[in-house]
């Protein structure tokens, strides 16, 4: 069942779904839906996706409680830039931020905490260097830009998935 359908939790997910959208579970609606969810599901055999998930769920109430404090802690700080009131001297940069971590999972994490934490947004990832580049809003220096990446969001992430 692997090699014809590699995903069936994904196209039982995708044929749920799409009944529930159609809000019907008549034979031209189930029909309609395995259409959809078989090759969708099937397509996903292409992109080589990396087998992994969770090897630790200790850190993770503590990762989720520190984004929450920075993207509320950020939100201030851009808020306060917009405005004017975060004084003079203020500047926006880029920063190649050295990673060690390599799961795709825990990539793929970094790359949403640091987009939806305002003032930050993940720009480019260079696998053969294992560096990523980070656009920040109030550039306060590269070296504590990196610190704060490594530290805060790359160690605990790496405790998780790797």
Request: net charge positive; hydrophobic share 55%; aromatic share 6%.
């Amino acid at each position: 069942m692997s090699r014809w359908l590699p995903f069936p939790l994904l196209a039982l997910a995708l044929l749920g779904l799409w009944l529930l959208l159609w809000q019907s579970a008549s034979p031209g609606a189930l029909v309609t839906g395995v259409l959809v969810a078989l090759p969708a599901a099937a397509t996903l055999r292409t992109l080589d996706l990396q087998r992994g998930g969770l090897r630790r769920l200790r850190p993770v109430p503590r990762l989720l409680a520190a984004v929450v404090v920075e993207v509320v802690r950020s939100n201030n700080a851009v808020a306060r830039i917009i405005l004017g009131l975060g004084g003079p001297g203020r500047r926006a940069g880029f920063v190649r931020v050295p990673l060690a971590m390599r799961s795709h999972a825990g990539l793929a994490a970094l790359a949403c905490i640091l987009t939806a934490t305002p003032g930050t947004v993940w720009v480019d990832w260079d696998e053969a260097e294992g560096t990523m580049l980070l656009h920040v809003l109030d550039m306060i220096g590269e070296d504590e830009w990196v610190r704060i990446v490594k530290e805060r969001w790359e160690r605990p992430l790496m405790e998780i998935f790797e």
